[in-house]
T-cell receptor, first 110, second 116 residues
């Protein structure tokens, strides 16, 4: 099964700070790298995704940075808010499914 | 659209009993996935269907697990007999097209299974 290595496992950030979560993948023939956000008691939901024809994609306070040569991509949350406290998963696509990272539990302290 | 609907939300059962989890995908979605989430192993893909046909069940832990999709609007995941190590949150997800083609997965809110 395709490997996706995600770090850190947990992250505590002060309100207003920057949260950074990293993922490294093995080979993939597909050009789509999403991040999912999961709140307690809920299923994961798509947060933001990038195609590697660009090195960065920004949506509001959330930015994906992509380094194709290093096979790495990261999620940056600017001006982190307590409402951002959740578990974040990176994913890489297979032929007809998604392989998820192990998740990062983010806690934003007021 | 109501999204992906799973039932029950919580299930507590004794070891050896049969457990059936249910899922209604989003109408018009061609793909349906069953995932299991635990602290130790994260999100594991168990099986997925395309147009109601099982495509890959290599993630199903053992023969005690089975899944069906009798029509486009309903799927079940059955565990028989259940064991304590099956305790986890089971998610159903659907997507309009293959996830490798920029088509997001839509997850239900999961079924928390506890086997005592």
């Amino acid at each position: 099964q395709q490997q996706v290595k995600q770090s850190p496992q947990s992250l505590i950030v002060q309100k207003g700070g920057i949260s950074i979560i990293n993922c490294a993948y093995e080979n993939t023939a597909f050009d789509y790298f999403p991040w999912y956000q999961q709140f307690p008691g809920k299923g994961p939901a798509l947060l933001i995704a990038i195609r590697p024809d660009v090195s960065e994609k920004k949506e509001g306070r959330f930015t994906i940075s992509f380094n194709k040569s290093a096979k790495q991509f990261s999620l940056h949350i600017m001006d982190s808010q307590p409402g951002d406290s959740a578990t974040y998963f990176c994913a890489t696509p297979g032929a007809n499914n998604l392989f998820f990272g192990t998740g990062t539990r983010l806690t934003v302290i007021p | 659209d109501a999204g992906v609907i799973q039932s029950p939300r919580h299930e507590v059962t004794e070891m050896g009993q049969e457990v059936t989890l249910r899922c209604k995908p989003i109408s018009g979605h061609d793909y349906l996935f069953w995932y299991r989430q635990t602290m130790m192993r994260g999100l594991e893909l168990l099986i997925y269907f395309n147009n109601n046909v099982p495509i890959d069940d290599s993630g199903m832990p053992e023969d005690r697990f089975s899944a069906k999709m009798p029509n486009a609007s309903f799927s079940t995941l059955k565990i028989q007999p259940s064991e304590p190590r099956d305790s986890a949150v089971y998610f159903c997800a659907s997507s309009a097209r293959t996830p490798g083609n920029n088509s997001p997965l839509h997850f239900g809110n999961g079924t928390r299974l506890t086997v005592t």
